[in-house]
């Protein structure tokens, strides 16, 4: 069954917030008395549902972080366990996995919202969509999320999952695939391989999720307009969160990404402070899955960096709109006095159209902080030269800060890129002391 938005582009911020408001307080209070997490928090702070009554009150509400949530898992549990009907789990990249059950209103939660959100960029029933992303590995839930939000939209899904390259253009080509959904890096690789066999297809939308391909004025960087130079059609960036279970998506004007309000509610946090900051500020992304129950969360900061962008998009409808990801907040490095995250890394050395695989490693040596950047080797050594003190000056250049690059076989590094029992390439490796 297709779920249009139902939401006129006409309706004003004051009707959406009251909606969201309505619900925000029905979700307080079953989170109150449903979750044993949050009922103890509640009352630690002298706090009673019936005391949030406005969005400034709802800030009263002390934060839930991934630490809160790793130690006290089952304490978020918000349905009995015979409710359950799904059980996901997350990749643990920057830490332990949390386990988050589902019950049969949170999968429609999840297709329902989920496929109103992805139509905005204009897939409908004609589309068939080839997902490149696993289904069922490890618990993981992307892959399986997107699967239920495409169909409930209306569009054939063809779920391929990643990998096996050759076979996965084989089945775009023959079964006239019109979208693919999978991780930049290795759609960019499946480009690569799709322009060196001369393959053609019908696929005019491209989907990413898990790695940023956005600047900060939302056009697209280097990973972005390497997929639309490869696959040489639309690329749209998606953002979600396991733990929130909840879907953001470009529409057609490519504004940002798009929040259904009757999804998730989302706050951007000043770090410091861990005050709401204004439209268009950067700040920690704080969430609410409005309505979720197998994991109930309110105010969880999932350790993003990004901002709310101020205003109603171009495509008329007044939905929050967030942009990119350029940072996890827990990823951040003061080397040799200088703030930088790995996403600015990144972007610099996608920039030189040259390195298609690379790897940072972050460690402390003599109680300081340092990168180091793994490229793969070429045939001969004064290539690898070259192509290091490269890769440094343009770092040099635009962060302020010099960075080791060392080569090493192709072989190698994809193993350590793409090891098993990960859902998403490991771009980051933190070795950094905790003391």
């Known amino acids: 069954m297709v779920y249009p938005y139902k939401s006129p582009k006409d309706e004003t911020v004051g009707e959406i917030r009251a909606r969201q408001l309505a ?11 449903n979750t044993p997490y949050y009922r103890d928090l509640f009352d630690k ?4 549902p019936r005391d949030i009554s406005s969005f400034d009150d709802f800030r009263r509400i002390p934060i839930t972080t991934k630490d ?6 089952s304490g978020f549990f918000g349905a009995p366990e015979e409710e359950w009907i799904d059980m996901s789990c997350t990749s643990g990249t920057t830490g332990e996995s949390v386990y988050i059950p589902f019950t049969r209103n949170d999968m429609k939660r999840i297709a329902v919202w989920g496929a109103q959100t992805l139509r905005l960029s204009g897939i409908n029933e004609t589309d068939r969509i080839h997902l490149a992303m696993p289904m069922c590995a490890w618990m993981w839930m992307a892959g399986f999320g997107f699967y239920i939000c495409f169909s409930t939209a209306g569009v054939c899904v063809l779920r391929f999952g990643p990998g096996f ?10 079964l006239s695939a019109t979208a693919i959904i999978g991780v930049p890096s290795y759609l960019v690789k499946l480009g690569e391989m799709r322009e060196r066999m001369q393959i053609e297809t019908s696929i005019k939308r491209v989907f990413t999720i ?3 391909i956005l600047n900060k004025d939302l056009t697209k960087n ?6 639309e130079e490869l696959w040489k059609t639309e690329v ?12 953001g998506v470009e529409c057609d004007r490519f504004c940002g990404h798009h929040i259904n309000p009757d999804e998730v509610y989302v706050e951007i946090l000043d770090p410091d402070t861990l005050e709401p900051v204004k439209d268009g500020e950067e700040g920690l992304v704080t969430i609410t899955p409005i309505g979720a129950r ?8 999932n350790g993003d960096m990004s901002f709310i962008i101020p205003g109603r998009c171009p495509c008329g409808r007044m939905l929050q709109r967030v942009g990119p990801v350029f940072a996890r907040i827990d990823q951040m490095m003061k080397v040799k006095g200088v703030m930088i995250y790995p996403d600015a890394i990144k972007n610099i050395i996608a920039g030189t159209g040259k390195i298609d695989l690379f790897q940072m490693e972050a460690y402390t040596e003599n109680f300081s902080n340092l990168v180091r950047i793994y490229v793969p080797s070429y045939a001969d050594e004064e290539t690898d030269r070259k192509s290091a003190i490269d890769i440094r000056e343009r770092i040099r250049l635009e962060l302020g800060v010099t960075l080791e690059v060392k080569s090493i076989s192709r072989e190698i590094l994809q193993g350590m890129i793409f090891p098993p029992g990960k859902g998403k390439p490991v771009t980051f490796v933190d070795k950094r002391s905790k003391q």
Not at 294 to 301: E, P
């Open 23 to 33: 619900k925000i307080k029905d979700y307080i209070e079953f989170a109150y008395h």
């Open 45 to 48: 702070n002298n706090i009673k």
């Open 68 to 73: 809160d949530l790793r130690k006290q898992n």
């Open 165 to 174: 390259s050759g076979k996965s253009l084989e089945i775009i080509k023959n």
């Open 210 to 212: 898990g790695e940023n």
């Open 222 to 227: 280097a990973l972005g307009k390497k997929l």
């Open 236 to 247: 749209f960036s998606c953002y979600g969160a396991t733990e929130g279970t909840f879907l």
């Open 294 to 301: 197998g994991l109930t969360l309110l105010r969880y900061v």
